[in-house]
């Protein structure tokens, strides 16, 4: 089998485990999925979504995220990793929202990727997610963990990863496969303990034995 067909393969069996091919990020709005994402780095979306759950009754609109004092933004998210530079990124994002792209969350990789605090991961969470657009394939640490066991990529790096499935990989299932190796990273392939004898990527896996 080759790469090509590996990761049709995998993404066929996946689907069969994983019919909900979306972010487990909650939000009713574009911009609430970019203040989502933004603080999932290095937190657990169920974290995330606990955080946020105030928050989104709190501030409705684009300008409300601009308007809010920093210190108080900073207690609104202070159980989260690095809440000094997510509230400034949240505050700085709503700004230039508001001033450059007439208060929405624009809908390309370059444009997204100009807002402070947005890599490629978020834009590409963003895109797949809110407008349906596969630009890229955001590459979290479940989906960086689980393309090097499975002999997906030889590199460590997110955006050397990224361009390796991207090149593997149809681009109407690149948003899908991140979900869908997401999915699994969070309940088969953990980290500390993969369940190895319950993974039904058992029989194509390079990394079964480790
Ligand atoms: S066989 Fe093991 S290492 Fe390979 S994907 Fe499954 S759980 Fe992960």
Redesign the pocket.
């Known amino acids: 089998m080759n790469a090509k067909e590996k990761v049709l393969e995998i993404i066929k069996r996946l689907k069969k485990e994983y019919s909900e091919l979306k972010t487990a990020l909650k939000f009713r709005t574009p911009f609430e999925l970019l203040v989502s994402t933004i603080l999932s780095a290095q937190s657990t979306d169920v974290h995330v979504n606990k955080v946020t759950e105030p928050i989104f009754k709190k501030y409705k609109s684009v300008k409300d995220y601009a308007d809010v004092p920093l210190d108080t933004l900073r207690k609104d998210i202070s159980s989260i990793n690095f809440y000094n530079n997510k509230a400034k990124n949240i505050r700085a994002s709503a700004k230039m929202i508001i001033e450059k792209f007439d208060s929405k969350v624009p809908k390309t990789m370059e444009e997204l990727t100009s807002l402070p605090g947005v890599a490629r991961k978020t834009a590409n969470i963003i895109l797949s997610n809110v407008y349906g657009i596969n630009e890229g394939i955001a590459v979290d640490t479940h989906v960086k963990r689980?393309s090097y066991?499975?002999g997906l990529t030889k590199n460590e790096d997110p955006v050397k990863i990224e361009k390796d499935l991207m090149d593997i990989t149809p681009k109407e299932e690149w948003g899908n496969l991140s979900h869908l190796l997401i999915f699994?990273g969070r309940e088969?392939?953990q980290a500390k303990k993969?369940?190895?004898k319950e993974?039904v990527?058992?029989d194509i896996?390079p990394?079964?034995n480790?």
Do not use: D, G, M
Request: glycine share 0%; hydrophobic share 30%.
């Open positions: 689980l066991k499975l699994h088969i392939c993969p369940k190895h993974c990527l058992y896996c990394s079964r480790i």
